[in-house]
């Protein structure tokens, strides 16, 4: 299989705050939020980073799409480096996430056009993607209003489509479904699968078991910062459901911590 | 009554447990203090006058003590006798001289037989130190007056004893007022514009969009500049135009104003400093921006830096008077703009100085862009919510 991201070895800590601190219960003026993380995603599959919240996902997530550096370790996309080459692998990319909001004053076509621009997609090509990914969401009804005028689903529709304006191999979602209707969370998840069928290569982050259950091909669990297991889905489970074996490894690792 | 009591305590622990807004409460006292305190010192260095610079006062038929009377009053001046009334006069105008004392013929013996003997002062009012002869020697002969219990004919002749002219006074009063106002509308313009951009989208979540594209974080930092800068220049010019036309108006009971004594070149220089000012203060602002956690933030982190441009603008009432700061003053950013435009304003425009200024602009533009686009790089920045 053609590895298309190498995660090796990522630290990053983080310097609270006092109010952090006492958000956090801790005297602790650094918090370490990845601690020596190593996985890999290969070409064509969905990879899940499965974790409770403050387990380092989102943060792993920026490092890989260079929003943040690592303290130490690095991550390769497709060959490109994000500590030596975070413009080459920002090409390489799509990344999408909650956080991820568009300007309400523009409209989806513009905004759809500005992102080709940022990304240096011909003229052409743009509008022929253009055409396809808004007749596939539907976004051609709604093109020319205002995102300040869209609904939370549609503008999530425009976000995912804007995340991809260049045609990435490799896609980054930091959870995808999160605060979305049933219906835009099933129009999203089937668009990761056609991709996944076209052979892009998508990591996801996420703490919905029945959403790594029904689209990921492999899995790594997330917890304190540490990779506790990972591997394929049918490995990792052995017939028990994802959710059971998740709660015995969080015991095993939050117990062994304290 | 308690619930009153209840809520005003909220309110109260809002805004003296809030570092933030307890800062901005603070803060303008303290910097009125700083700044004035800065600015007094560094004005009397600049502006100061030269103990050893002496007024030159001249006079016709001056009674014998009126030397003494002068030194009485403390001014140090040298008195000089002069025969030719005009071309005196044409000295005052002209500058080489501060003042003319004109006394009537036999001035002491009409004194002594209690006649009324006229005095006549001229001076310039575009000249500081005209200025303030005229007000030591008018005060010091009306005292003489009420102390002899006669009362002299002051200046009670026909027509102006300012010997500057119509030109000059307009100059004069557009430089005491116009870089000022000017200086704030552009600050202001600016604002309007910068303070929102990179906040806001910090705020939305819209900046982090951008950063996952492959545009480089100076390319991002010089077209918001750019952008933000045309539509502060927009915003300024209109301002300027607004304030140009209404001047007359505004100040018409301070005497003719006439703008149209100005020439083009004038006006494209005045272009010039705006240009370079705006786009500065749109750097200031949009770092200021970068910072702020909210636009909230930074508007209020914006204020102490407009009080800045304020005081500083007073200095073109300050400057107005015919003292030029010294050389490496140009170099100060606000200040230097402020004095430039006080320069062509006051017909006194030195090119060295408005390139000097041009160029120190835009250096500290680049300087801006360049610490933008390493804020853009910070993840502490651009994640501190």
Redesign the interface.
């Known amino acids: 299989m053609e590895e298309i991201l190498r995660v090796e070895n990522l630290k990053k800590t983080f310097k609270l705050s006092r109010k952090q601190q006492a958000l956090e219960k801790t005297k602790n003026k650094y918090k370490v939020a990845v601690n020596g993380l190593s996985f890999s995603a290969y070409k064509g599959e969905i990879f899940g980073l499965l974790g409770p919240n403050g387990a380092g996902k989102t943060t792993t997530l920026r490092i890989i ?5 690592a303290d130490e370790g690095d991550a390769v996309v497709d060959g490109e480096s994000v500590r030596k080459n975070p ?1 080459g692998v ?2 390489k ?1 799509g ?1 999408l ?1 909650g ?6 004053f523009f409209t989806p076509d513009y905004l759809y056009d500005y ?1 080709s621009a ?3 997609v011909p003229k052409e090509e743009s509008e022929r993607r253009k055409a396809k990914l808004f007749s596939r969401f539907g976004i051609e009804k709604f093109a020319h209003v205002k995102v300040g005028d869209l609904s939370t689903g549609m503008k999530q529709k425009v ?1 995912l489509v ?2 991809i304006v260049h045609d990435p191999d490799f896609i980054i979602f930091d959870e995808p479904t999160n605060g979305l209707d049933v219906i835009t969370a099933k129009t999203v998840t089937d668009f990761l699968l056609e991709l996944k069928n076209e052979g892009k290569t998508i990591v996801i982050s996420t703490h919905i078991f029945s959403l790594v259950e029904k689209i990921c091909d492999r899995v790594g669990i997330i917890i304190n910062g540490k990779m506790t297991a990972e591997g394929n889905l049918k490995e990792i489970t052995r017939e028990k459901p994802l959710e059971e074996v998740f709660f015995d490894i969080y015991s095993r690792e939050v117990g062994s911590d304290e | 009554m308690n619930k009153i009591f209840t809520v005003m305590k909220k309110e109260l622990k809002r805004f003296f447990t809030d570092k933030r807004l307890l800062a901005s409460l603070v803060l303008p006292g303290i910097m009125i203090f700083v700044i004035y305190s800065f600015m007094g010192s560094f004005f009397s260095d600049m502006f100061g006058e030269d103990p050893d610079k002496k007024f030159i006062i001249q006079t016709i038929n001056a009674p014998s003590s009126f030397s003494d009377d002068l030194k009485a009053t403390g001014l140090n001046a040298e008195v000089k006798a002069v025969e030719d009334k005009d071309a005196s006069k044409e000295e005052v105008k002209n500058k080489s001289a501060d003042i003319l004392v004109f006394f009537e013929e036999e001035f002491e013996r009409k004194l002594s037989e209690g006649e009324q003997p006229s005095v006549e002062i001229w001076y310039n009012t575009v000249n500081t130190q005209s200025q303030t002869a005229y007000n030591a020697v008018y005060g010091m002969i009306y005292s003489r007056s009420v102390e002899v219990k006669t009362v002299f004919v002051l200046n009670g002749g026909e027509g102006s004893y300012d010997l500057a002219t119509k030109e000059e006074t307009s100059a004069m009063i557009i430089t005491m007022m116009l870089p000022f106002i000017l200086m704030i509308f552009l600050f202001s313009g600016a604002m309007a514009v910068a303070t929102e951009s990179i906040a806001g ?1 910090k705020e ?3 900046i ?9 974080r100076s390319s991002l930092a010089l077209g918001k500049i750019l952008a933000l800068s045309v539509t502060a220049i927009v915003s300024s010019l209109v301002s300027f135009v607004g304030l140009i036309a209404s001047l007359p108006k505004l100040m018409g009971g301070m005497g003719d104003i006439d703008m149209g004594m100005y020439g083009v070149g004038t006006y494209l220089g005045v272009l010039g400093v705006i240009v370079v000012t705006v786009v500065m203060f749109t750097v200031v602002l949009s770092i200021i921006s970068a910072l702020a956690k909210s636009v909230k933030e930074a508007s209020q982190l914006a204020l102490p830096v407009m009080f800045v441009v304020m005081l500083v603008g007073v200095s073109s009432m300050i400057g107005s008077g015919g003292a030029n700061p010294r050389f490496w003053a140009y170099l100060i950013p606000v200040y230097n703009s402020t004095q430039c435009l006080a320069g062509l304003f006051s017909l006194s425009f030195d090119p060295l100085f408005f390139l000097i200024t041009v160029i120190t602009n835009i250096l500290f533009i680049a300087l801006g862009v360049y610490i933008l686009a390493k804020i853009f790089n910070s ?1 502490k920045i ?2 501190n919510k």
């Open positions: 799409s260079t929003l943040i550096r413009d920002r090409k990319i990344f996430t956080e991820l909001k568009l300007e309400d992102f940022l990304h240096d976000s804007i995340s | 989208e939305r979540g819209t982090a969009t951008l950063l996952v594209t492959p545009i480089k993840e651009i994640y």
